[in-house]
């Protein structure tokens, strides 16, 4: 049986991985618990910053110390992924394959697992792009809402796994997302036609 710790308690020290970052306040998910911190004003003073997927070590209530990183992102600031999912929509918004193929290039440079999940199926034949990215030997999942297994191989893939979504507005990142998970209740709007977004 694990002890937990009292992250305030002074001399304590917590292990735990960044989980949220807002406003220089971190949100830090250890056995002990969830909790939220600062972090010490020395890493600012290195030109660090903690990134959500951080591995981190609290001590006296602080952000003490950042562990070594496999990988990270600039944009979005993320650390220690096993595999980016890419959310593309095969209508409004059509695919913009050649920033695709950058940022999937870019994935594979930071040693991290590309994964393509394809959208909006019912309004456009998938089946050239799914077969272009299945021969290049990038995982492609086509999600269509009318047949729940879809939704259900997109959310057994990220078992055991430290995942991120990424994709254009209105590709359907939160549509899946709460389709896979309802508790997440995330917001989902309509595209305009306008912007395009």
């Known amino acids: 049986m694990q002890t ?12 735990g991985t960044i989980i949220k970052a807002i406003g220089g306040l971190y949100t830090v998910e250890s056995p002990s618990g969830v909790f939220d911190f600062r972090a010490r004003g020395i890493f600012r ?3 660090q910053s903690p990134m959500v997927g951080d591995r ?37 918004p059509a695919p913009n394959l050649l920033l695709l193929d950058k940022f999937i290039a870019i994935a594979e440079y930071k040693q991290i697992t590309p994964i393509l999940v394809v959208t ?16 290049a030997g990038i995982p492609v999942y086509v999600v269509e809402y ?11 893939c990220l078992s055991g796994k430290v995942s991120a979504f990424t994709g254009n507005s209105g590709a359907g990142k939160s549509t899946l997302l709460n389709a896979i998970d309802a508790s997440l209740q995330l917001e989902t ?8 977004r």
């Open 146 to 156: 009318a047949i729940p297994r879809t939704v259900d191989a997109v959310a057994a």
């Open 189 to 196: 709007g309509s595209i305009s036609e306008k912007l395009g």
């Open 4 to 15: 937990r710790i009292d992250p305030m308690q002074t001399g304590s020290v917590l292990t």
């Open 45 to 47: 003073n290195r030109g």
């Open 120 to 135: 909006k199926a019912d309004l456009e034949d998938p089946a050239p792009l799914v077969e272009i990215y299945q021969k």
């Open 56 to 92: 981190v070590q609290v001590k006296n209530g602080v952000i003490d110390q950042l562990l070594p990183r496999k990988n990270n992102l600039i944009r979005p600031p993320l650390a220690n992924l096993d595999q980016l999912l890419f959310v593309v929509s095969m209508y409004k």
